[in-house]
């Protein structure tokens, strides 16, 4: 299936927190989006496999994405390995996207640190004809995505630009409850995290609204950009 715009997380729920508006703003725009989780997130203090996958499956149906798929890397072990780079590079070439969106490279989770090497090289050595891989038993073309971006998690950065997600952040909000597991329950006996506490995705929100105001917009998520943006005039900037 050939798409537009992929995008890779290192655990479920990892692209909702992210990315998710700007994922439901290009479906609504009608661009062709699929999202790929690394891991299971199977160390996650909270839900476990089998519920998490379903919570997956749920908030990929509400952003109304092509397709979602998990690549069963080991949790708190995405090491930048052949077999493992193989497998992002699979991904890729039988996808076909324009665009990759993947991890910043400064995180407070080493899975997302890792998460963003692991990406890059595959973004680059997808491109490579004499590095082969087969996917449904034959062999697969080569394709480099035309441009990689990169979303923030837990640490900020100086975005390269801002997407207006205004129109879309209710989606965001209800992908994000999909993944009831992983955040505030007062009835839960699970372990207390960072996710779960009673104001975690209060915050999530308010840096939204942070970057939406510096767009004028109410809503916004950022991403750094490592090559310069071409535009054609000044007016394509908003």
């Given at each position: 299936m050939n798409i537009d715009v992929l995008a890779i997380g290192a655990h479920p729920d990892d692209i909702e927190l992210s990315c998710a508006g700007t994922v439901a703003t290009l479906v609504r725009q009608g661009y062709s989006v699929g999202i790929v989780d690394l891991t299971e997130g199977e160390l996650g203090t909270r839900g476990s496999r089998a519920l998490r996958r379903k919570e997956a499956d749920a908030a990929a149906e509400i952003l109304g994405?092509?397709?979602?798929?998990?690549?069963?890397?080991?949790?708190?072990?995405?090491?930048?390995?052949?077999?493992?780079?193989?497998?992002?590079?699979?991904?890729?070439?039988?996808?076909?996207?324009?665009?990759?969106?993947?991890?910043?490279?400064?995180?407070?989770?080493?899975?997302?640190?890792?998460?963003?090497?692991?990406?890059?090289e595959a973004w680059f050595y997808a491109g490579l004809e004499k590095i082969k891989t087969i996917r449904n038993g034959k062999q697969q073309e080569p394709h480099r995505p035309g441009k990689c971006y990169h979303f923030m998690q837990k640490f900020e950065f100086v975005p390269s630009f801002i997407v207006d997600v205004s129109e879309v952040y209710d989606l965001k909000k209800k992908a994000l409850a999909a993944f009831a597991s992983q955040f505030h329950n007062p009835k839960s006996s699970e372990r207390e995290t960072l996710l779960s506490s009673a104001v975690f995705l209060d915050h999530v929100y308010a840096r939204d609204m942070h970057f939406g105001s510096l767009i004028n917009k109410t809503y916004g998520e950022p991403y750094f950009a490592v090559e310069p943006i071409c535009v054609n005039t000044f007016f394509d900037i908003k």
């Open positions: 994405v092509q397709f979602r798929t998990n690549l069963r890397l080991p949790d708190g072990n995405i090491e930048v390995n052949t077999t493992n780079m193989k497998k992002v590079i699979q991904s890729i070439r039988a996808h076909t996207p324009s665009v990759l969106l993947f991890p910043h490279w400064l995180e407070r989770h080493p899975d997302h640190e890792h998460a963003n090497r692991l990406c890059r």
